[in-house]
């Protein structure tokens, strides 16, 4: 069964060209709670064939064991697929609970090995660099980046979390092809500098966390009590105690639009993701996360659903409204460098 495929758009003025939704993999193996190894696979399967070709994961999503799982799948599909991946978090070795923020050429270069042999393959797609470490200067960073490119260990380059400021000066060391920045219909911090700048310079806007960690799919409505204690979530402001209240309130404005298109509440947050491809004038490529194939398929059907005018409306107005920050520290975002 292969109907249903998805549209593509392109990586930056010379990035590859990709199915317009990704796949983020993170909680196939992390931060998410216990997993199901062959629902994830089955899921892995049938994004591909729903024409998912961006697969999103990082050396720190379970200390390199989400790019361990995902190396059978991409050796076997490795013309279909686009790798991206992260160097950043550092896990020291005497507490591998915590994670320190490292944009270093030597840790860079120690990085990108690791990462490789991890996921079998000879070269990356798509290298972000996942965190700023505001004591080294970028184009340091991205001038090692760059040199991992010529070396032919890297084919294209993107930042997570940065500021215009930070992509500006990124990009005139090196053409970056995506930046990965938290956008969705609770968090809006990107759109006054980061928008404009990825705008100007013709790169591609992949949005993570589209479903708000699943908050705004309706999956959970306060971490505390719906979700398993190794869950991340329960450490986010948003998705506990009062916030979490407060915010569930915010969901009822949604299941309004939902209701109209015959849709769920993650699909409305997923369409309006993709229609500010058309408000912004930029390519975007919202990764949803999910572990299981049903859920990829209702996440890739949203690409075709179109919203109002008046329905975008009434959607633009949650995020002023939504309790919490997204983080618990905000230091490591690129709004809390704005």
């Not at 690791?114 to 393959?121: G, I, M, Q």
């Not at 769920?264 to 058309?278: D, E, F, N, R, V």
Request: charged share 25%.
């Amino acid at each position: 069964m292969t109907d249903g495929r998805i549209t593509t758009a392109k990586l930056g003025d010379d990035g590859p060209e990709v199915g317009v939704q990704g796949l983020g993999c993170m909680g196939m193996s992390f931060g998410y709670g216990p997993a199901d190894a062959d629902a994830s696979r089955a899921t892995l399967e049938r994004a591909l064939e729903l024409g998912v070709t961006l697969y999103d994961t990082a050396d720190a999503y379970g200390a390199g064991e989400n790019e361990r799982f995902l190396a059978p799948f991409f050796k076997a599909h490795r013309d279909e697929v686009v790798i991206a991946t992260k160097f950043s978090l550092s896990i020291p070795p005497d507490d591998p609970t915590r994670r320190v923020i490292r944009n270093d050429p030597p840790y860079i270069r120690q990085a990108v090995e690791a990462s490789l042999k991890r996921l079998d393959v000879d070269v990356i797609d798509l290298y972000y660099m996942h965190r700023r470490d505001v004591n080294v200067p970028i184009e340091e960073t991205v001038g090692t980046m760059a040199d991992l490119v010529r070396e032919g260990k890297v084919k294209h380059l993107g930042l997570s979390e940065v500021t215009a400021d930070e992509l500006r000066a990124a990009h005139a060391v090196h053409p970056i092809a995506a930046v990965q920045s938290e956008w969705s219909l609770f968090s809006r911090d990107i759109e006054p500098k980061v928008i404009p700048a990825v705008r100007d310079l013709g790169v591609a806007l992949v949005a993570y966390s589209p479903l708000g960690r699943g908050f705004l799919t309706g999956s959970f409505t306060n971490a505390d009590q719906d979700l398993t204690a190794g869950d991340f979530r329960r450490q986010q402001p948003r998705f506990t105690g009062d916030n979490a209240t407060a915010n569930a309130t915010l969901l009822g404005l949604i299941r309004s639009v939902a209701d109209a298109h015959d849709a769920s509440l993650g699909q409305i947050a997923l369409a309006w993701a993709h229609q500010q491809a058309t408000i912004h004038d930029l390519p975007v490529i919202p990764i949803p996360g999910t572990r299981k194939p049903s859920r990829v398929e209702e996440n890739t059907a949203a690409t075709r659903i179109v919203l109002t005018d008046e329905q975008l409306d009434l959607l633009d107005g949650i995020a002023a409204q939504v309790a919490g920050n997204r983080y618990a520290d905000m230091a490591f975002t690129s709004a809390g460098r704005e």
